[in-house]
């Protein structure tokens, strides 16, 4: 079985532009988390999507949204970048019966 | 905030020793899991413990789990200079998890 896959895996933005990454689950998997790693604050939860909605939302501005699709696949949407959106942008899949979230390679974003 | 924190934050060993990394966490959980990063690069998924268990097994690896103590402990077993990585403890409840800051293994040929 694939893993979780996500594009595209590196990134490089200025200051103002809007950025979408993109995070396919593992097949079966209807649970899409998003996860910012940086070296200051390092892992934070972003949000969690289940069958098209969002059901948890971390502490993120409303610059960071997200959405997913009815094949689970989910986007993630950051406008206004700042240069502190530098990160390793990291989404997570798990099926409805398990916890076990199974992380994908990551998109590294730079902010110039 | 950080909910889980790794200790020791960096840990080096010879090959063939045995590595234990600890976690300690904040409020209530249904699960906690460990992950083995390099390089930057994505999580891979080490094991899950639940919050009715105490201990739990796979392959080299052994987790404890102390729901009283909020604190939970990796023990790597006859290790090997492969499973140079960090290590991050995940706490969570459904399919939110809260990370630390995680430890750094050397294993030193």
């Known amino acids: 079985k694939a893993g979780v896959t996500q594009t595209p895996r590196y990134l490089i933005k200025t200051r103002g532009q809007q950025v979408t990454l993109s995070c396919s689950p593992i097949s079966g998997h209807r649970s899409v988390s998003w996860y910012q790693q940086t070296p200051g604050q390092g892992l934070q939860f972003l949000f969690e999507?289940?069958?098209?909605?969002?059901?948890n939302k971390g502490n993120f501005p409303g610059r960071f949204s997200g959405r997913q699709f009815s094949n689970s696949r989910s986007e993630m949407n950051v406008s206004t970048l700042e240069l502190g959106d530098s990160a390793l942008y990291l989404c997570a899949s798990s099926s409805a019966t398990s916890n076990e979230q199974f992380f994908g390679p990551g998109t590294r974003l730079t902010v110039l | 905030s950080q909910q889980g924190e790794e200790d020791p934050q960096a840990l080096s060993i010879q090959e063939g020793e045995n590595a234990t990394m600890n976690c300690s966490y904040k409020?209530?959980?249904?699960?906690l899991q460990w992950y083995r990063q390099n390089s930057g690069r994505g999580l891979v998924h080490l094991i899950l413990?639940?919050?009715?268990?105490r201990e739990k097994h796979s392959g080299r690896l052994r987790v404890t789990l102390d729901t009283s103590k909020k604190s939970s402990s990796l023990l790597i077993t006859a290790s090997r200079a492969a499973d140079t990585a960090s290590y991050f403890c995940g706490a969570g409840s459904a399919r939110q998890l809260t990370f630390g800051s995680g430890t750094q293994l050397t294993v030193l040929p």
């Open positions: 999507y289940f069958s098209e909605t969002q059901r």
């Open positions: 409020t209530s959980i249904n699960n």
């Open positions: 413990i639940r919050s009715n268990e």
